[in-house]
């Protein structure tokens, strides 16, 4: 683009395209203009708007393609162009203000400082860099910070060192979960801060943030994005925008996933699945580690791609009988290639190279065409960040070259920035202890904020301890039912199954060799009919949550919204709220409080402002205001905001069961509301095209009249008409009505 020099008093050169006629204040003293130094070296300073609130900030060597051209872009970023104004300085005295997109800039030399107001003058962020090693300090304002993606030290991420490596090496791996970092930063004040590059490590111990390159030569270019709102919902929109959407997952994936280690005989693999469904425990996934970490696996070991013929003899019959019951089948895969790269479809001399993705992709289709559904790719600590991105788009593009037109499913160990557009993630090799499932929740909660929606944890913890009793089995259980994965996977497997904790015997054991606390609980554990009802209790509110959970997942597909929510994504002028890592909200409308301590009869939670419904008992109870909740260990609580319309369908023992029952919308009044229930098939792409139904429930509290409408270009999907129950929360009192597409209203 040409771009227009401006001549500046008091020295400077700034040049601006032509469509950015902002003002350029003078300096306060007219002195010689002198280049601008950054990391040891003379630097273009340009600055752009993403969007109106996104200002874009880069460095780079005067004297190099790159001052003119982009800054290298890799797999983390989608947003290839700049929307509004573009600056260019090389050369600076004093100070100059700048209008860029909807939000002030002004820029200052020696050292190179950029502050950025919104145009009522409040400031939101402020970067000042360090000439000789290109480090920089930003303004950490008052609050939590937020994200870094998932691992370390929670909840608010101020007061710590963040070295932003991956992978499960690291010493908190045991609480707080392996390290996946992402580097976005969000301020509970009003800003956010995605650093593209350089790779850095975070100081937030200080009154001031601190960015720290690896060494001054790497710490050029320098690729920057600030978000400026005070509004938490367009922060993470700022964020999909930068790096992705969420992408779109099967339905299935959503149900519960029964994972498995050591396997005793194809008998007990098909016994297990007919198991399920005797004892009508909703269940829509079965995951098969390979050997190598166990004894006996799908497998024949690690990076094997051949099947354990001592329980898998005929893989393809196997899967038959499965998919029958209506359970997916997900395989465990290891040993990625360190230098991974390249895609699914690069053809010839690329494609024969070992460690490009069209090849490692082929070595899994002969399984893959026997009937697998979905990817466990696991480990891949070591890959660098684009090995780890190209190995997630690996597993979303590689299963459509297949089967195009169904949507993939794969759960990673690592991915970074970006990951969210075709990826899952789980926390890692956690273990059992009441500590760990603590730790879970706000790692669940700065993960979300991170931008990857879809994660999880192992159910149980990972590695068995004397502390996992029935107990703490429970507990975690119901943490995982209100999480995106709900999977339950470990050490000692069959303590793992909801029925696992009455069979007078853990099974196998897998404790040897591995790190302490690792062992066993006391032996009257395994003799514990409790757990299995508990289970089932959640199992049930699960799957008839799945209309409500189901659009919030097309929530955060739209627009970059996780489903496990910080209070602050919804009451950030609360900071009562906003400093809560211990609870969180599912969805919009129903606030969950995990149990987390042994031996609990109680639980503190705080509600935000507005009036709560107890989701058990369905008693009132007025917010803003911490209280104490009792509790048995059936009980987990859960709060629904009033204006809440909560869609419910009929229990089911998988996710896309045809069961006769009507679909119920529960009404929580005290409070005007509205819900925009979305549905497609759950399985393919045509929601793109339009094949998909949003349906709007607009509840008028004064009127008691609940208002049911299809969006504009919407449809209602089979069966049609639609039975819908409609009930009132905490009143004996219901409506049955069939919609046929028509508005309607539902009076009460």
């Known amino acids: 683009m040409f771009c227009a020099s401006l001549a500046l008093i008091g020295g400077g050169t700034i040049s601006a395209a032509p469509a950015a006629q902002s003002s350029v204040a003078p300096s306060k003293q007219s002195q010689a203009a002198a280049p601008i130094v950054v990391a040891g070296r003379k630097v273009q300073l340009r600055l752009s708007a993403v969007s109106g609130d996104i200002v874009r900030l880069r460095l780079s060597p005067l004297a ?65 860099f360090d000439k000789d090693t290109g480090a920089f300090t930003f303004v950490l304002g008052d609050g ?61 111990t200080g009154k001031e943030g601190r960015f720290m390159p690896g060494d001054s030569a790497t710490a050029i270019p320098l690729d920057v994005f600030i978000v400026a709102t005070r509004d938490p919902v367009e922060i993470m929109k700022g964020y999909a925008l930068l790096t992705g959407y969420p992408h779109m997952p099967p339905l299935w994936a959503l149900g519960y996933q029964q994972s498995h280690r050591t396997l005793a005989s194809r008998e007990e693999i098909i016994s297990e699945a007919k198991t399920f469904r005797e004892k009508k425990l909703p269940c829509d996934v079965f995951i098969y580690l390979g050997t190598g970490f166990c004894p006996s696996g799908w497998n024949t070991g690690h990076g094997s791609f051949k099947f354990n013929e001592r329980v898998f003899p005929d893989p393809e019959e196997i899967f038959r009988e499965l998919h029958e019951q209506n359970l997916h089948v997900v395989l465990h895969v290891v040993n990625p290639p360190l230098d991974l790269h390249g895609t699914v479809n690069d053809t010839g001399a690329e494609a024969a190279d070992e460690s490009d993705a069209a090849n490692v992709w082929t070595k899994h289709l002969e399984v893959f065409r026997l009937g697998v559904d979905g ?58 202890t009441w500590q760990t499932l603590a730790a879970q929740v706000p790692v669940g909660i700065n993960t979300s904020l991170s931008g990857e929606p879809f994660w999880g944890t192992d159910t149980g913890g990972f590695v068995t301890t004397p502390e996992l009793t029935g107990e703490l089995y429970v507990r975690w259980f119901q943490f995982s039912s209100f999480c995106p994965l709900f999977r339950s996977h470990g050490r000692t497997w069959k303590l793992r199954l909801p029925w696992g904790w009455n069979l007078g ?43 409500y959970l189901y659009t919030a997942v097309r929530e955060a597909h739209a627009t970059g919204l996780p489903i ?79 204006g809440a319309i909560i869609p419910m369908g009929p229990v089911k023992q998988y996710t896309t069961e045809k069961v006769d029952g009507p679909l119920t919308l529960v009404v929580y009044p005290g409070a005007n509301g509205e819900f925009a229930l979305y549905e497609d098939d759950g399985t393919t792409f045509n929601f793109e095209k339009g094949e998909a139904s949003r349906l709007r429930l607009a509840w008028n509290d004064s009127r008691r009249t609940l208002n049911l409408q299809l969006e504009k ?26 919609f046929t597409g028509k508005p309607m209203d539902v009076k009460f």
């Open 64 to 128: 190099s393609k790159e001052a003119s051209g982009p800054t290298q872009e890799d797999l983390a970023l989608v947003a290839k162009g700049d929307a509004g104004e573009k600056y260019s300085i090389t050369s600076l005295s004093g100070q100059r203000s700048l209008r860029v997109g909807n939000r002030r800039v002004t820029v200052s030399a020696n050292p190179l400082t950029v502050a950025v107001k919104d145009l009522s003058g409040r400031s939101v962020q402020q970067l000042q």
């Open 144 to 204: 939590p910070i937020f994200g870094l993606g998932e691992g370390g030290p929670q909840f608010d991420r101020r007061g710590s060192t963040y070295p932003m490596k991956s992978g499960q090496g690291v010493a908190d791996l045991k609480v707080n979960g392996a390290r996946v970092p992402i580097p976005w930063l969000i301020g509970a004040a009003g800003w956010a801060m995605f650093v593209h590059t350089p790779r850095g490590s975070y100081d937030l």
């Open 375 to 432: 990817w466990w790719p696991d480990e891949g600590d070591k890959l660098d960040i684009q090995a780890r991105l190209v190995r997630n788009t690996m597993y979303w593009e590689g299963p459509q070259k297949e089967r195009p037109n169904l949507r993939p499913y794969a759960l990673h160990r690592n991915g970074y920035a970006g990951m969210q557009r075709y990826a899952w993630l789980w926390s890692g090799d956690v273990d059992s």
């Open 505 to 547: 015997d853990p099974g196998p054991v897998e404790l040897e060799r591995y790190r302490s606390p690792a062992g066993l609980p006391e032996s009257k554990e395994f003799h514990n009919p409790d757990v299995e009802p508990i289970c089932r209790k959640y199992l049930d509110l699960r799957y008839r949550l799945m209309p």
């Open 564 to 642: 496990l929510r910080a209070l602050w994504l919804h009451y950030g002028d609360d900071p009562r709220a906003v400093e809560r890592g211990d609870e969180y909200l599912w969805g919009r409308d129903v606030l969950v409080a995990p149990v987390t301590e042994r031996g609990a009869t109680s639980r503190k939670l705080y509600l935000p402002r507005g009036l709560w419904y107890d989701y058990w008992t369905e008693a009132k109870v007025e917010g803003a205001r911490e209280i104490s909740r009792a509790v048995d260990l059936t009980t987990m609580p859960l709060y629904v905001r009033a």
């Open 713 to 738: 270009g919407s449809r209602v999907l089979a069966p049609l008409p639609r039975k819908i129950e409609v009930r009132l929360a905490a009143q004996k009192v219901s409506r049955s009505v069939e």
